[in-house]
């Protein structure tokens, strides 16, 4: 069964440190998300991707995060200059060109800890 | 804009119990509803989906029924299993290049 793939699962990496975190999702959807869990708390929507652009963010995204699709298979979420605060969850997922039954496969996550 | 409000855990029940998880939803428009089950160390997996009004998605002996008139998706089982102990989210969505909405999850815990 097809699924979305995630790496790392698991990063430490030092405040003010650059982190780019990996996805590879499903390969024939056109839609794509980062989600962020920070640690017992709800799952929060980053920003959606599609057509090579973004197509919404939440204000959670600010200027420290960027995504991109550098091949036809992975899709990246950097975020530039970490803080403690962006320790948590990040799940990927993908949708395909499904109309409104709107369902997102998600990846197993990447867990970041910022020290 | 949209939000979805689900009952705060945890929710703690013996084997066998019978469940609910109710999740009331506020959004324009018709969005698609979903319960989604996170185990212990894993992702958000989907667990069942409604994508119009009186529509009942089921697995796993889960059931969730969307109903438009009290804007609400709960999610039942008639007898819990240790196995079901998880975190549990209700979203919404509409498709295409929206994102889902999230609950903040309600944890099960179920006792032998």
Known sequence: ?115 | GNSVTQMEGPVTLSEEAFLTINCTYTATGYPSLFWYVQYPGEGLQLLLKATKADDKGSNKGFEATYRKETTSFHLEKGSVQVSDSAVYFCALGGGGADGLTFGKGTHLIIQP
Not at chain 1, 82 to 87: C, F, G, R
């Open chain 1, 1 to 115: 069964e097809p699924e979305v793939t995630q790496t790392p699962s698991h990063q430490v990496t030092q405040m003010g440190q650059e982190v780019i975190l990996r996805c590879v999702p499903i390969s024939n959807h056109l839609y794509f998300y980062w989600y962020r869990q920070i640690l017992g708390q709800k799952v929060e929507f980053l920003v959606s991707f599609y057509n090579n652009e973004i197509s919404e963010k939440s204000e959670i995204f600010d200027d420290q995060f960027s995504v991109e699709r550098p091949d036809g298979s992975n899709f990246t979420l950097k975020i530039r200059s970490t803080k403690l605060e962006d320790s948590a969850m990040y799940f990927c997922a993908s949708r395909s060109l499904d109309g409104r039954t709107g369902e997102l496969f998600f990846g197993e996550g990447s867990r970041l800890t910022v020290l």
